[in-house]
Structures are given as C-alpha cells and as structure tokens.
C-alpha cells in the first residue's frame, strides 16, 4: 500500500524531519485560502499515487493567492497516467541550494534494512542506481541494533554534507529510521531533502510504502489506504479475499494459486492473446467465491473470453467443478468460457462439467489446450 | 536419499488443533509420515487424531525427540512460533503461514544465520519427499519417487509441474517449495546445493516468478558449482511493474525482478527455460 506525498510528509514530522508547512486543498477555492494562509509563493503539487506527476503538469509555482487558485483548478481534474487528481498539496515555495536523496528501504537480497543517501537528489534514486550507481552512499542496518550513529556519519561523508549540517542530517536519517521501523514500511524516503536558503535541511517531497501483511497491526495506517486511486475492482476484489489485478488484454483469467495465476496470463501471451486480469481464487474454488471473481471479471467490458484454470491437489477438482456450475446458475455469463481442471478427481470434474452441456463453455485437458482454445474464442468473438 | 525430509523425520506441529493444522496433520499422516505430536499453548495434554498435544515446543520436544517442526498457526503468532522453535533446537523449521510481515522476517534471518537450524518457508508450501514423507500441504498423491529434485516458489504452479511430470512416469527425489515472500529461511541456491550432494537426485526442476534477484543468483550459482541438469520456468512474463501479483514477494520493482531479465540470466548460464510448464518434463 501507498501513501501519498502528503501523508508521507505528515508522518515523517511526526518522527522529527522538518517538512514546509503546507496544507492540502480538495477544491480550487480551498488553495486559494490556503495560499493566503500560509503566504505566497507557493508550490501546488498534485496528490496521485504513481509517478511523473512533474511531467505531466501536476506540480507549478504561484505568486499569488489568485495564481494558486487557477493553478489548483486547472490541476485538480487532471489525469495522470491514468490517476485522476482529486487532492492538491500547497507548499511554501523553497530557496533550493541543493537537493540530496535519503531513504530506507528493504533489501531483498541482504534481508536487511537498507538506508541510502545520494548527493544527486531530485532525480529518480533508480535512475541514479543505473547511471552512477558510485554516487549512492549505502548501509545495511542490523535489524535488532537498528541505525548506528557511525552509520549516519559514513553517509553524511559519503555524501560530502557540509559538517555543520551533520547534526540535523542525523536528526533526520534516524527519524526516518524510526518512522519506517514503526510504520512497517517497505520503503520510506524524502526526495528531495535540500538545503534551503536559510542553510537548513527541509524535506520537500516524500513517499512511503506499507508492506500490506503488517496492516493488521498499523490501523492508522489503514485509515489512509486512497481507494479512489485504484480500480474499483481491485477494492471490490479485496474485500471479498481475492487477488485481483487488472490488465489491459481480454482474457479474463480465473485461477487458483498466484504462480499458477501468473503462467496462465503468460500462457494466453504465448499462443497470440493477452490477458484481462490476475486473479487468484485461493483455496478450494467455492461456488460464492467463483460468483464474486466472474462478476469482477465479466465489469471488465475488454473481456472477451473466460479462462478458468483449476489445479485440484487438497481440493478435490469435482468439488471445484460444482462451484463453477453453483456460480454459474448465479451469474449470467455470455461470453465463450473455457475450464480446464486438473488433479484431485479430474475425470469427474470434467464429467461434470461435460453434463452440464453450458452451449458457450468447452473444457480442456492441458494448460496449452486450453491457452489455445481461449485465445481462438476471444479472437472469434 | 532425499533432502530435508525422510523416513527418519520425526514431524512435531506447531498449531495441530487449528481448522488447518489438524486438517493437515491428518493428510500428512494418512501419507505416512511420522508425526510424533503437536503444540498449541494452553491445550498441552489433550490428544489430537491420536497424537500428544504440548503447550511448549521446548516440552514437546524432550517427549518426543523430534526433529522437525511444521507451523500452521496464523500470521500474527507465527514469527512466535519460528523462535520458539529455534530456542528449542528443532534443526529443520518449516512454515506454511501467509503474511508474516518482512520487518519480523528480517529479524527471524538475522537469528537463524547464528543458529544451526534451518527454516523453510514462510509462505511455502511446504516439503514432500514421494513415499517417504510429506511436511506441510502439498497434495501427496500426485507425486511418485523418482530421481527429479523440483524446487520452487510457488505453491499450486509447483503441483501443477510436479503433476505433469508423474504423469510422464518423472518421478521426483524431493519436491521443495520455498515460499513466496520476499524474505524466507531457505534459497535457491540452498536446495540446489542439497540437490547437487543429493545422490539420487539427477536432474533438477527450477520454478521462479517475478520480483528479487534469486533466480539470477541461482542462475550464476548453477552455471559454476552445478554438475547436474536444470530446467527452469519463470512465472510472471505478463505482469505489469509495481503490481504484486498475489505473492508478496511476487512484484517488479524499480525496473528489477522482470521475467525476461531472469530467463536471460538463465540461458546464459546454459539452462534450458520451458515456455511453459507442460514443457518442462520434455526438456528433462
């Protein structure tokens, strides 16, 4: 899960890392007072989980209280790479004498936190990791001794920091240390970090990431999860314990188990189709749960066919074959389905399946069959 | 001979009166594996589908000697678990539970690299060493022994694979599922070292998916310590970045952990990859 720029930076205070003292505005009016408020020149900044926001027109500079209301109005409504704006957040505009990148992230590879810093913030840190990867101070933290003073003072040199801004510059990495720690974030960063005019550190752009198998115990965070920001199916999908993902081809895909989920989309890539979705139907294959999954499916108007791909290994396949017939007498699907099921008591499920005699649903016997008769059906339809 | 699990494993199960735990046991015993009790706090005494039950693992374990522990218990106590294991010395830990948070899991690799225990999983399916023994959910009938070691991070695509093969009379060593999150107890490169000592294991099936450097790490690892075949098959060629696709551990990040950057890294090491699953027992 997210957050957005706004929320980062709020939480990031909360730890002691001094951020403008901006406010966010959901209406152009709003961004108007705000700008009085907190006096111009001010940045306006669009609120949207993904990137490039910069690009596309979302961030601009007012003079005025006049000009920020114009600027917020011609921002809010805007879409980004899909995200629509709903939220704008106004900042003090500040004096940038130079932009550093500091973060925290997990290290998949060393299983261990990882806090990083660069002299050559404002740019993307992957894009610096690929050009001048020498130019990224790096240090793994020991998770039971947590950041070290040493360790904050290896990177402040690395990253050749004026000394009289060591002290703040520690303030701030061990606030985002401890911020990170007790959000249960995956990532946790401030890019950039500049120094401002006054000669003082200021953390103007942030983004964090919660690992989503924490959430139970960060309730607050949950709170802040933007549902607007995502497809509606993929807020629907959760709530009923599925894992849903949507993609741009016409293979709507139902499958259980999210390796299995994912040869299958490769699968209907690799015999000329391309895939409407991941969706992982979890164990056993329930008639409520399958009518759930097709009807999130069947929204989806660039579905052309249905693809069910079961394996049966604890679950017994005929057991899964009546959930798919249940749903069915649930759903009204008019679109060309192909089941395959496999394991567990095949010969009956398909047996079953065969009984039913459903005019628009074929069954297969392998994956590729079935890849194949689902590409053919979609392209036929 | 297999790895991990055997004849010789003497199974304790941590979470044996849960609604999975005991569905499990009874699985795992019905296929003959030696279960010598379980452990769930405050019902030690009671007796579940014949086996003692223990409020500790550390009591547990001075009845029973076992050797090996499997986790059910849900995601919030499971990290509990894991130690409480590893304090009482089980030497091989496997849990099945879904969403342990990383942070935990970061803390439970740092206590392992000093302990001589070792952890398969989390998330994971577990192991199943055909006709001998079969620790966690892997449905056992659809394995038979025979001499393919399969190693993988997914769950229902490693049944699907290990299924096909058995069809094709491959019959396998030890079927090994490491799990599907980002941090775990158990690599790639582990099994495929316990593969390469393995003598009865000749050829190795690799199953991978998006997300992390594993798999190009197994790639370089089998390319100069391997004597043995692999074949390998990535999952996840038509994932979208920055989309978790199921798994935890199953995502692109930061342009990282695409398929096509594995299956490159692969064949440049000289390993056949399958287009598909239903390839992999052709390419053996």
């Known amino acids: 899960m997210n957050l957005h720029e706004y929320q980062s930076k709020f939480r990031f205070a909360d730890y002691g890392i001094p951020i403008p003292k901006g406010k966010v505005a959901h209406t152009a009016e709003e961004a108007y007072t705000i700008a009085k408020d907190i006096g111009p020149p001010v940045v306006i900044k669009a609120q949207v989980l993904t990137g490039g926001r910069g690009k596309a027109g979302g961030v601009k500079l007012a003079r005025t209280p006049e000009e920020a209301q114009q600027c917020a109005s011609t921002i809010l409504g805007m879409d980004i790479n899909g995200h629509e704006v709903l939220k704008v957040l106004l900042d003090p505009a500040s004096d940038i004498q130079a932009e550093i990148y500091l973060g925290v992230t997990n290290d998949r590879a060393a299983r261990k936190p990882l806090i990083m810093a660069s002299a050559e913030g404002g740019m993307d840190i992957e894009t610096v990791n690929r050009l001048t990867p020498e130019k990224i101070i790096r240090e793994h933290v020991d998770p039971f001794l947590g950041l070290r003073d040493y360790q904050i003072r290896n990177l402040a040199y690395g990253i050749e920091l004026p000394r009289e801004l060591w002290k703040q510059f520690a303030t701030i990495a061990k606030g985002l240390y401890r911020c990170y720690i007790a959000s249960d974030a995956t990532l946790a960063e401030i890019n950039p970090l500049i120094i401002d005019g006054s000669g003082n550190l200021l953390a103007v752009d942030g983004k964090m990431s919660i690992d989503d198998s924490a959430l139970y115990r960060q309730p607050e965070l949950v709170e802040m999860r933007d549902t607007s920001a995502e497809p509606a199916a993929e807020t629907e999908a959760r709530a009923a314990g599925l894992s849903y993902v949507k993609l741009d081809g016409e293979i709507g895909c139902m499958v259980n188990g999210a390796g299995l989920a994912m040869a299958t989309m490769d699968m209907t890539k690799l015999f000329g189709g391309s895939p409407a ?67 567990t008591n095949e010969e009956e499920g398909r047996r079953l399946i065969e009984e039913a005699a459903i005019p628009n649903m074929v069954s297969a016997a392998t994956l590729a069959d ?6 053919a059906a979609a392209q036929a339809s | 001979m297999a790895i991990f699990v055997d004849k010789n494993t003497k199974l304790l199960v941590q979470g044996i009166t849960g609604r999975e735990g005991q569905f499990h046991t009874e699985q795992m015993i019905e296929y003959g594996t030696h279960v010598v009790g379980g452990v769930t706090p405050g019902k030690g005494g009671e007796w579940v589908l014949g086996k003692p039950v223990f409020d500790t693992v550390k009591a547990a374990y001075e009845s029973t000697g076992a050797n090996t522990s499997v986790i059910y218990v849900p995601a919030r106590f499971a990290t509990d678990a894991i130690y ?61 022994p025979g001499n393919v070691g399969v190693v993988s991070r997914s769950g229902t695509l490693t049944y699907e694979v290990v299924y096909a093969l058995t069809q094709r009379r491959i019959g396998q060593t030890t079927c090994v599922g490491i799990g599907g999150d980002p941090v775990n ?57 920055g989309k978790r696709m199921g798994h935890a551990g199953a995502i692109v990040e930061g342009g990282s952990g695409t398929a096509a950057d594995k299956i490159a890294a692969l064949n440049a ?16």
């Open chain 1, 277 to 343: 979705n991941f969706l992982d139907i979890g164990g056993g294959a329930q008639a409520d749960k399958v009518a759930v999954a097709l009807r999130i499916i069947l929204a989806d108007p660039n579905v052309k066919a249905v693809l069910f791909n079961i394996f049966g290994g604890i679950t017994r396949v005929d057991e899964v074959a009546k959930g798919i017939l249940d749903a069915l007498a649930e759903v009204q699907v008019d679109l060309p389905m192909v089941v395959r099921l496999v394991g």
């Open chain 1, 370 to 375: 079935a890849a194949r008769k689902a590409v």
């Open chain 2, 84 to 144: 409480e294991a590893l304090d009482a010395g089980i030497e091989l830990i496997v849990c099945i539970t879904e969403g342990i948070p990383v942070l935990d899991m970061m803390k439970v690799r740092a206590r392992l690299d000093q302990s001589s225990s070792r952890l398969v999983g989390p998330n994971c399916p577990g192991l199943l060493t055909p006709g001998q023994a079969k620790v966690g959910i892997m449905p056992g009938h659809i394995a038979m």
């Open chain 2, 185 to 241: 107890g158990t690599n790639f490169i582990d099994v495929l070292q316990m593969f390469e000592d393995d003598p009865e294991t000749e050829k190795i099936v690799l199953i991978g998916e998006i997300g992390g450097t594993d798999e190009e790490k197994a790639a370089n690892f089998i390319a100069n310590n391997m004597t043995k075949p692999v074949v390998a098959f990535i999952a996840g060629q038509t994932a979208p970045p």
């Open chain 2, 269 to 284: 090491a000289g390993i056949k990859v399958a287009e598909h699953p239903e390839q992999i027992p052709e390419l053996l």
